[in-house]
C-alpha cells in the first residue's frame, strides 16, 4: 500500500510527459505526409541508363 504513494504520482507525471511530447510532434507537423514517405520505397528515382535492360 505504500508504495501507491510513489508510483501513483509518477504515473500522473509519465502520463503528463507522454502527452507533452504528442502535444508536441503534432505542433511540430511530425505526422505530415506519412502516405508519400510510405510510397518513396516504390519510387526508383536512380535508374542506370548505360546499361541496357536485362
Known sequence: M???YLLVP???LL???IGA???WA???EQFE???EEGSRIFLE???PTD???Q
Do not use: A, K
Open 33 to 35: 505526409g506519412l502516405d
Open 15 to 17: 502520463v503528463f510527459v
Open 21 to 23: 511530447i504528442f502535444w
Open 51 to 53: 546499361r541496357p535492360p
Open 26 to 28: 503534432i505542433n511540430s
Open 10 to 12: 509518477v504515473s500522473i
Open 2 to 4: 505504500e508504495s501507491l
Open 45 to 47: 528515382d536512380d535508374i
